[in-house]
């Protein structure tokens, strides 16, 4: 966590000096920045939707093996947790839509970050679910590419009602199963 409050004093600091080429904000990389967010959540899109996708890979495909994802209900987790967390969560879901809005992103020299609102709309076990999430995600260049190297979501009040009315309604649900 330190080393990414770091990184977020370092790029803030870069942009100062107007002289400096390198690290000027680049229109051309935020476009990039935004074109890799859109290619994600539309194969996340088709992985969530049961069409053949392979969400590890994809995870590969747009974080870095490193990458810290901080929730939105509060914890911070390795890339690979919220991998399993979204196998474990592929079977459940069904009808998933999401789209991005609200776009904003800096680029300097090989760092940037981009924060969007990710709205997804889905069912869970037939239950629907509407979030809204402000999303924060720190890009690393690697090659011709941006690569995620932290991620961070909030929500709001509303999402978070639904988050626990669906958890309480498993919890009956697996209450009563184990009395029958």
Sequence with gaps: MK???IFLLLLAGCGQNK???TFDTSKQDVQLIEKEIADFLSTLKKA???EGVNTDSLMDAYFDAETYYVTYWGTSEPIDTTK??????????SDYDNQFESFRGKAWGDGAY????????YKVDGKPLEEYLPTTFVFERRGDRW??????R???YETMRQLVALAQSRIGNQSTDKKR
């Design 3 to 5: 080393r990414i409050v």
């Design 19 to 21: 002289n400096d080429k």
């Design 48 to 50: 969530y939707n049961h």
């Design 84 to 93: 399993k967390r979204v196998r474990d969560a592929l079977p459940h879901v």
């Design 114 to 121: 981009a924060f969007f609102i990710l709205r997804q709309n």
């Design 147 to 152: 690569i995620v190297v932290h991620a961070q």
């Design 154 to 156: 909030t929500s709001d």
